[in-house]
């Protein structure tokens, strides 16, 4: 039966199999919030589940919790939550006791609201898309054909899922059929242009997007043809940062003071000798130094791809650890400290670029105290402009420095091998070489074997003297 506890909703439902509540609640403080449902029967039975329906928090009283009857909007919405608890009520009735599991509440929630028919698996809310891939991440192929979904493809489609929630608001849910080109454009343009993100995160997302639609398509719901045609992908980098072998020396004679920066610069070195992302190299202890058929190398499996990576200790690289590894070291704090290294270093050519920085309400950038730390709470965005190349290092630099410094040097092949980038093309994009790069390496080549050939040339001419004295 339907009680009230003051004017809370709450349902009760018992009889000798045991007892049912339903009660709602919201989680967080994010604008919109999503209302959750939590339903309880029996010993050890007590699920909590989305129910789709949005909310700003500030119109949630958790103390009754059920929405304030503030306006029509919200007391539709409360309608709402008591309908769909009586028909939740009136399904379990009738359904055998042991098929009460999770996925059975929130199959029904999805059937009584009409976003999905009883015979269809999954909802087409674009929400629970996103959602559903990211439960599923677990048994999903991942880039190198292995089980399992990066931390890094769980984690980008988990901030998809909260950049769609703000952006539909508590209006009504976008569906997967609603992502054609006019949508992919709008929601480009808000990314951009209202959230000041970059324009290579959010054409990340809309890539992220695009995946949400082909795995749903995959499963049989129902897509727009052109959500395929959305442009996505990486925006050209027209500056490729990377420390080159000049500065790289720089940095290694500076004069740095403190056990912090001096630690720093050992991973720095280090790193742009390795050629791996900041938090495979900080993750490095001494169990991954290995000897094989008496070559030392340095054995990994890098976090974002899960491929297996083998690195040859070069002579540099045991210069760099006479003195063993550095001390482990948060990535924040690496960021951080590279940028005073570097600063000290007087790496400090003015380049064109972008950084993150912390704005404030007005879109201002937020000052920092004597150590670093920003004076006030804002929103993290990435700005461009003309900065000391000091002020824009991060982990990455290590890398991008390897790659770029090796290039024409080692063979291709052997770079690929430890920066484990899948192809040629996309090292060559990821160091930024174009087409003169190509031509300056055609001619080094041909002047390469117009040297070796005038060589060769004097060498039979003064073995043919050499031959004609002595006769």
Known sequence: MWGKCGERLIFDYSNDLGMATINFLVKGSDNPATIYLRFRHGRGHDYTKGTGYLINPRDWNAQKKQPYQRDTHLKNLTTNLV??????????????????????????????????????????????????????????????????????????????????????????????????????????????????????????????????????????????????????????????????????????NANIIGDALQNARKWLLFGCGIGQRGGDLLNITDNNFITRDGLEVIELKQQKTGKQVTIPILEETRKILKDGLPRPMAIQNFNTYIKEVCRIAEIDDLIEGAKITMLDKEGKEIPKDENGRYLEKGVKRKIKGRFPKYDLMSSHICRRSFASNLYGILPTPLIMQITAHSSERLLLQYIGKNSLDYARQIRDFYELQKLRNEKETKLKVVKNEKNVSNN
Request: aromatic share 8%; with cysteine.
């Open 83 to 252: 309908n769909l608890s009586n028909e939740l009520i009136k399904l379990f009735n009738n359904t055998p006791k042991d098929e009460i599991t999770g996925d059975w509440i929130e199959s029904q929630i999805s059937i009584i609201k009409g976003d999905i028919k009883p015979e269809q698996k999954r909802s087409d809310i674009l929400t629970d898309c996103i959602q559903y891939l990211i439960d599923t991440a677990n048994i999903r192929e991942g880039n190198q054909k292995n089980l399992g979904l990066s931390k890094s493809r769980i984690n980008s489609y988990s901030n998809l899922l909260k950049i769609i929630k703000t952006y539909q608001g508590i209006k009504k849910p976008y569906r997967i059929k609603d992502i054609d080109i006019s949508f992919g454009k709008e929601f480009l343009n808000w990314m951009i242009n209202d959230k000041a993100y970059s324009d290579g995160y959010s054409r990340k997302k809309l890539d992220d997007l695009k995946t949400v639609c082909r795995d749903a398509e995959t499963d049989g719901i129902d897509t727009n043809p052109q959500f395929g045609k959305i442009k996505g992908g990486k925006p050209v980098n027209d500056q490729i940062l990377y420390l080159s072998l000049d500065e790289l020396e720089k940095i290694e």
